[in-house]
Every structure is written in C-alpha cells, then in structure tokens.
C-alpha cells in the first residue's frame, strides 16, 4: 500500500522559494552585468537582491539541503550558482561537486554562462576562499576545475601558485591555455611583443579582446585595430554588448 503523500510544510516552501529565486536573481544580474547600458543603482539592487536570498538559505542549515537541491535540479547556471555557493556556506562538499556535473559537456555559450556562474559562486564567497579554492583546483589533473580557477584568477587580477610564463609552454589544452594568456594579459607578466601579440590573434574572443586591451593601453595601434576588428564580428564573438561597446569607443578614441 503506498504511503500518503504528505504536502510540503511551510518552511520547506518558504525554503524551496528562496531557492528558486536566488537562481533567477543571478540571471537577472548576469544580463544587467553584461548589457550595454549598465546600471550601477540597478546592479546594487540586484546584489542585495540575491544577497538576501543567500542568507536566507545559508540560515536555514544544511537540514534544508534536500529541498534546495530538488529546486535546483536542471542545472541551469543560476542554479549551478546557487548551488555552489550555498553548498559551500553550508560545507556541503558534496554541492559543489553537484554543482559541476556535466559542465564539460555544455558547449558555446551555455558552457560559458555556466563558467560564470561558477566563478561568481567563488567569488561571492569572499576573495580569500576563493583563491584557495582556485589554488587547489589548479593542483588537480582536472581541466575543467583547472580551467575555472584561472577564469577566478582573471577575475579577480590575482596571480597563479605557479610561473605563469613556463605555465604557457606547458599547458596545451587550447581553452585552458587560453584562460592562462588572459591572465597573462590582466597581469601583465609578459612584454607586450610576445603575449599581446599572440593574445590578439587567438581564437578565443576574450583573449583577443584582453590582448587588444594591452596593447592599446600601451598606445599601440594595433590594440585599436583589433577592437573595431571584435566590434565588426559583433555578437556572434561570444563577447558581452558591454565589453563591444567599450571595444568601440577606445577603437574610435
């Protein structure tokens, strides 16, 4: 005889809530981030926004942990986000991890929104954890948390536990190599002849568009070339309206 279903109790609701909405919160500051017309006064409201929701679940304990992660079941980045940044309050390893199933099996763009997602988790979490996060991803053997780690050092312009030079001629797997010329770039550990130059003819948009960024803020004009070059290709470079947009004015400036 099968039990009797039983309706969920209000907490869990309340939880399941909170849940659904911190994912949504971050899509919706993920678009405000990346638009042409970024809004400062929107984006402190958007970050308050899903600040309260993540403190609403961080308070309701790791007990809640289920009903979260049956909202957060299709893995969409604003839930890999969630996830990983609750599971990580809560240390609840086992989140984490949750929240990084079949990401290398995502391509294009939804790869790269759920690469944001996850670095933005790191980030949230404070800039000291999320560097020793990125340092011991980086000792693994494992590309994909390799390659996050690099895109949190990026992001936060901190240097590698490494020699980011000989990292260069040692890594050869195209994405994770890409990651590292970026930081490269961010960093500018590398003279503007060698890494620049090689930055701005890669096949990844946002290593190109870092190396053009070097070179221009170096007065040459091939750094001005390169971005009209990234605006012309538009949207269909991966790249975010904002970043074209920044592109376009310092290639007319």
């Known amino acids: 005889m099968n039990a009797p279903l039983t309706r969920p109790s209000f907490v869990e609701e309340v939880v399941y809530q909170h ?7 971050w899509a919706q500051r993920h678009r405000a981030l990346h638009s042409s017309g970024l809004d400062f006064g929107e984006l402190e409201r958007l970050d308050s926004n899903l600040r309260g929701h993540l403190e609403g679940l961080s308070l309701a304990g790791p ?3 289920p009903v979260m992660h049956q909202a957060w079941r299709t893995c969409l980045p604003g839930e890999r986000f969630a996830m990983a940044c609750v599971s990580a309050r809560l ?10 199933e079949g990401l290398d099996e995502l391509e294009g763009e ?6 944001a997602a996850l670095v933005d988790a790191l980030v949230w979490l404070g800039r000291r954890p999320a560097i020793a996060r990125a340092h011991a991803w980086m000792r693994e053997r494992d590309v994909p948390r390799q390659h996050l780690a690099v895109r949190t050092l990026v992001q936060l312009r901190e240097p590698p536990p490494f020699d980011l030079p000989a ?20 960093l500018g550990e590398l003279p503007p002849g060698g890494v620049h130059a090689d930055a701005t003819h890669h096949a990844d948009a946002r290593v190109r568009f870092a190396g053009a960024l070097g070179l221009w803020r170096r007065g040459q004009p091939e750094g001005a070339h390169e971005l009209l070059t990234l605006v012309d ?9 904002r970043q074209l947009d920044l592109a376009c004015a310092l290639g007319f400036a």
């Open 19 to 25: 849940a659904e909405d911190a994912a949504f919160a």
């Open 63 to 65: 007990d809640a942990w």
């Open 91 to 100: 240390g609840h390893a086992d989140g984490f991890e949750l929240a990084l």
């Open 110 to 115: 939804d790869r790269r929104e759920a690469e």
């Open 167 to 186: 990292a260069l001629r040692t890594f050869e797997t195209p994405e994770l190599r890409a990651a590292l010329l970026e930081l490269a770039v961010v």
């Open 233 to 241: 290709a538009g949207p269909d470079t991966g790249l975010s309206p």
